[in-house]
């Protein structure tokens, strides 16, 4: 079943059934019955609450994590022959009814897979304690249906204060000048506050007292 909603179907039911081979018994037949369903396109992505990036830029986040994890491409995919024959590839005059089922759609943007989602929003909430959102809560992602083998997927973004940077002072400073800390920092007033970049400061600091010859 997994297999099966990597590519959108959500609705799959698998059955397996055994039963003798031979009446000398020994060997089993297994019969594996599959019923798919429909496939379920996603037609749209938002962010409810996100306010600090906006929906494309969230949306790409989303879709480079669906395109390196999912099955299909979103370049490739089969042509619909409805499709072709709207368009006048087929070489008929007139559209023909649908005389097969339309091909399945390839494209793994269009896909709902929630351990995809949820590696995706991880992904996002680094980069909104990147920009100061330190108490960001990104998802879980909500799949909405709305209409057959069609729905939506919401990921609500609770963005939070912002932490700026209001001052740097350097505790235990000796040998090297606070203007010398202070460009090697590389912090200023007003910027965003991040554990990420506070720990890039630690390491640009340690190198320079190294430099100096301070490597205790």
């Known amino acids: 079943t997994e297999l099966y909603r990597r590519h ?8 397996v059934t055994t039963m003798p081979a031979t009446r000398g018994g020994g060997s089993v037949r297994v019969k594996v019955d599959i ?13 409810p609450g996100a306010k600090r990036f906006d929906r494309d830029f969230l949306s790409e986040q989303i879709y480079s994590y669906l395109q390196e994890d999912l099955p299909g491409s979103s370049f490739t ?8 024959d709207a368009i006048g590839y087929s070489g ?8 097969m089922m339309a091909p399945p759609d390839n494209d793994p943007r269009h896909r709902f897979h929630r351990p995809t989602y949820a590696q995706a ?12 959102h330190l108490d960001v809560e990104v998802g879980p992602a909500r799949l909405v249906r709305v209409a057959s083998g069609r729905g939506r997927v919401e990921v609500p973004v609770k963005e939070g204060p912002r932490s700026l940077v209001y ?14 800390l202070l460009r090697t920092a590389g912090l200023r007033r007003g910027q965003p ?24």
């Open 8 to 15: 959108g179907f959500h609705d799959v039911e698998v059955e």
């Open 121 to 132: 929003e991880r992904h996002i909430r680094e980069l909104y304690r990147g920009s100061g």
């Open 77 to 84: 995919s089969t042509v619909d022959p409805l499709v072709a």
């Open 92 to 99: 008929e005059r007139r559209p023909r009814g649908r005389e």
């Open 193 to 216: 506050f991040s554990y990420l970049r506070l720990e890039e400061t630690r390491l640009r600091l340690v190198d320079a007292y190294k430099e100096e010859g301070y490597f205790y």
């Open 167 to 180: 001052d740097v002072t350097f505790e235990g400073r000796r040998r090297l000048r606070a203007a010398d």
């Open 35 to 47: 019923r798919a369903g429909r496939q379920l396109v996603i037609e749209r992505l938002s962010f």
